[in-house]
C-alpha cells in the first residue's frame, strides 16, 4: 500500500527544464504535488510541464532578474492561493560556452559575477519572495541545491565552488531567520556531487574522451559510478514533505561517498 507524500502542496522548481530540475518535478507530480515547471527555457519549461499533464504548469524564470520572481509569486498566489515549496535548483557551472579559465588566477571578473548572479542571488531573491508567499499560511519548505563543491575547494571552478558555499550558508541564515519570525519554514540545502546530468557535457568532451574522462573521475567515487537525477529528486521529495517537519537548517550529500575520503580497494586474497 503506497501513499502520496505531496497531497496537493504547491510546489515552484526553478532551472527545471531539464536535469535534476526536471526530475525533481517528476517526483513531486507522482507525489500529488501541483508543480510549476520554471526555467529560463520557456519552451523547455512548457514541453516538462505539458509531459506532466494537469499537475504542472510552465513559467518563465529568470532567477538573476528580481522581476521575474515578483512576478512569478503574484501568479503563483492568484492561481493557487499559496506556496508550500520553493527549490532554487537553477545553476550554472560557467563553461556552458566552451571551457574558459575558472581559475582563482584567470578567471574574469564578469565570468565571476555570471557565476553568482544565476547560483547565489537566484536563491537568494528566491528565498526571498518564497518567505514572503509562504506567510500566508505560515508554512513551507525552501530546498536549495547546492553541491559538493560548497564543501571543497575546486581550483579550476573558483567561481562555482565560492557561489555554492554562499548557498549552504544562506540556507542557515533562512532557516534561522524563519525560525525567529516564528514561521514554520523549513529551508535545507542538498549537496550533489557526481550526478550524470548535461551540465556535464562540456567536462566530459564527446567521443573516446568522454568514456575516459567518466572512467577516470567514477575511479575515484567510492561508489564507482555516478549518480542520478532521479536519486537527488527522491531526498527532495522528503524535505518537502511533512516527513521532514524537524528537518531545517540542516545539509543533505548525496555524492557516492566522495566527502567520506578515499574507499579502501579490496583486497584478493
Same mark, same amino acid.
Given at each position: 500500500?503506497?501513499? +502520496? =507524500?505531496?497531497?496537493?502542496?504547491?510546489?515552484?522548481?526553478? !532551472? @527545471?527544464? /531539464?536535469?535534476?530540475?526536471?526530475?525533481?518535478? $517528476? &517526483?513531486?507530480?507522482?507525489?500529488? +504535488? =501541483?508543480?510549476?515547471?520554471?526555467?529560463?527555457?520557456?519552451? !523547455? @519549461?512548457? /514541453?516538462?510541464?505539458?509531459?506532466?499533464?494537469? $499537475? &504542472?504548469?510552465?513559467?518563465?524564470?529568470?532567477?538573476?532578474?528580481?522581476?521575474?520572481?515578483?512576478?512569478?509569486? @503574484?501568479?503563483?498566489?492568484?492561481?493557487?492561493?499559496?506556496?508550500?515549496?520553493?527549490?532554487?535548483?537553477?545553476?550554472?557551472?560557467?563553461?556552458?560556452?566552451?571551457?574558459?579559465?575558472?581559475?582563482?588566477?584567470?578567471?574574469?571578473?564578469?565570468?565571476?559575477?555570471?557565476?553568482?548572479?544565476?547560483?547565489?542571488?537566484?536563491?537568494?531573491?528566491?528565498?526571498?519572495?518564497?518567505?514572503?508567499?509562504?506567510?500566508?499560511?505560515?508554512?513551507?519548505?525552501?530546498?536549495?541545491?547546492?553541491?559538493?563543491?560548497?564543501?571543497?575547494?575546486?581550483?579550476?571552478?573558483?567561481?562555482?565552488?565560492?557561489?555554492?558555499?554562499?548557498?549552504?550558508?544562506?540556507?542557515?541564515?533562512?532557516?534561522?531567520?524563519?525560525?525567529?519570525?516564528?514561521?514554520?519554514?523549513?529551508?535545507?540545502?542538498?549537496?550533489?556531487?557526481?550526478?550524470?546530468?548535461?551540465?556535464?557535457?562540456?567536462?566530459?568532451?564527446?567521443?573516446?574522451?568522454?568514456?575516459?574522462?567518466?572512467?577516470?573521475?567514477?575511479?575515484?567515487?567510492?561508489?564507482?559510478?555516478?549518480?542520478?537525477?532521479?536519486?537527488?529528486?527522491?531526498?527532495?521529495?522528503?524535505?518537502?514533505?511533512?516527513?521532514?517537519?524537524?528537518?531545517?537548517?540542516?545539509?543533505?550529500?548525496?555524492?557516492?561517498?566522495?566527502?567520506?575520503?578515499?574507499?579502501?580497494?579490496?583486497?584478493?586474497?
Amino acid at each position: 500500500m503506497t501513499y +502520496a =507524500r505531496l497531497p496537493g502542496k504547491i510546489a515552484l522548481v526553478s !532551472g @527545471a527544464a /531539464r536535469g535534476i530540475g526536471a526530475a525533481i518535478c $517528476a &517526483a513531486f507530480a507522482r507525489e500529488g +504535488a =501541483r508543480v510549476i515547471v520554471s526555467d529560463l527555457d520557456g519552451a !523547455g @519549461a512548457e /514541453r516538462l510541464a505539458h509531459g506532466l499533464g494537469e $499537475a &504542472a504548469f510552465a513559467l518563465t524564470l529568470d532567477v538573476r532578474d528580481e522581476d521575474h520572481w515578483r512576478a512569478a509569486q @503574484a501568479a503563483i498566489l492568484e492561481r493557487f492561493g499559496r506556496l508550500d515549496v520553493l527549490v532554487n535548483n537553477a545553476g550554472i557551472t560557467g563553461f556552458e560556452t566552451g571551457l574558459a579559465a575558472h581559475d582563482p588566477e584567470h578567471t574574469t571578473l564578469a565570468d565571476w559575477r555570471a557565476v553568482h548572479a544565476t547560483n547565489l542571488d537566484g536563491v537568494f531573491l528566491g528565498c526571498r519572495y518564497a518567505i514572503q508567499a509562504m506567510r500566508r499560511t505560515g508554512e513551507g519548505s525552501i530546498i536549495n541545491i547546492s553541491s559538493r563543491s560548497g564543501n571543497v575547494g575546486i581550483p579550476g571552478a573558483a567561481a562555482y565552488a565560492s557561489s555554492k558555499a554562499a548557498v549552504r550558508n544562506h540556507t542557515k541564515t533562512v532557516a534561522l531567520y524563519c525560525a525567529e519570525q516564528g514561521l514554520k519554514v523549513r529551508c535545507n540545502s542538498i549537496h550533489p556531487a557526481a550526478i550524470l546530468t548535461p551540465m556535464w557535457e562540456p567536462l566530459l568532451g564527446q567521443g573516446p574522451a568522454r568514456d575516459a574522462n567518466m572512467a577516470a573521475f567514477i575511479a575515484d567515487t567510492p561508489l564507482k559510478r555516478f549518480g542520478t537525477p532521479e536519486e537527488v529528486a527522491a531526498l527532495a521529495v522528503l524535505l518537502a514533505s511533512d516527513d521532514a517537519a524537524y528537518m531545517t537548517g540542516a545539509e543533505f550529500h548525496i555524492d557516492g561517498g566522495l566527502l567520506a575520503g578515499a574507499a579502501a580497494a579490496p583486497r584478493s586474497e
